[in-house]
């Protein structure tokens, strides 16, 4: 069955960076695109990038755009997350999520398939 297994989060200072990585198994790595999701503190999920299934088109929110870098190793089935100036509100539970489709739809939460999570926590 699909596995989704993250890592690489922590406690790091505003202005830090960090590199979140999902390990994927169980499914064809190369023919889906795949998301970073993550839920602040009693907050909703919020859609923090993709990649499609190539690799070769990102997408980003807003919120997260020119200091997170989404990328892809399909030859290892590996999905990262470059995390750089982090702020405060960059803290919360980042997911990695497995699209049904090959193409990123930015802004899309309901995922059929999550990993466990990864907290990254941004605090002086």
């Known amino acids: 069955q699909v596995q989704l297994v993250e890592s690489g989060g922590g406690l790091v200072q505003p202005g830090d960076s960090l590199i979140l990585s999902c390990a994927a198994s169980g499914f064809t790595f190369s023919r889906y695109a795949m998301s970073w999701v993550r839920q602040a503190p009693g907050k909703r999920l919020e859609w923090v990038s993709g990649i499609n299934n190539k690799g070769d088109t990102t997408k980003a929110a807003d919120s997260v755009k020119g200091r997170f870098s989404i990328s892809r190793d399909n030859n290892n089935n590996m999905l990262y997350l470059q995390m750089n100036s982090l702020k405060p509100e960059d803290t919360g539970v980042y997911y990695c999520?497995?699209?049904?489709?090959?193409?990123?739809?930015?802004?899309?939460?309901?995922?059929?398939?999550w990993g466990q999570g990864t907290q990254v926590s941004v605090s002086s």
């Open positions: 999520a497995k699209d049904s489709v090959k193409e990123v739809v930015a802004g899309k939460t309901d995922f059929g398939s």
